[in-house]
């Protein structure tokens, strides 16, 4: 029973970064889902594949796991890289390539 500690990465429906401030505690799935013969909807009977615990800190997220005794793997988060652009910058004199229409 593994567990993930990471922090979620932003979405990519929206250029928001909500959700993304915390840190989530989660278990690796100890089998693979199956496909329901009826429905065809998938199923698993691993239960603690629907665990999702959500911590403000790290630390916190450690502490818990190593409280409760689960083995776990950390992900640190990807920093990213801002590029600081101005709209005025499409017109400077000392541009690469001329603006033109």
């Not at 693979?32 to 429905?39: G, I, N, T």
């Not at 403000?56 to 801002?82: G, M, N, S, W």
Request: aromatic share 10%; net charge positive; proline share 6%.
């Amino acid at each position: 029973m593994l567990a993930r500690i990471y922090r979620p990465a932003k979405t990519a429906m929206q250029s928001g970064k909500a959700k993304t401030k915390d840190w989530v505690l989660e278990f690796e799935p100890a089998s693979a889902r199956r496909s329901d013969p009826l429905m065809g909807w998938t199923q698993s009977s691993d239960m603690n594949g629907q665990v999702r615990l959500n911590f403000e800190t790290r630390d916190e997220a450690v502490a818990y796991a190593q409280r409760h005794e689960i083995p776990f793997q950390l992900f640190e988060p990807k920093t990213h890289k801002r590029i600081i652009k101005a709209y005025a910058d499409n017109f400077a004199a000392g541009r690469r390539q001329p603006w033109t229409h």
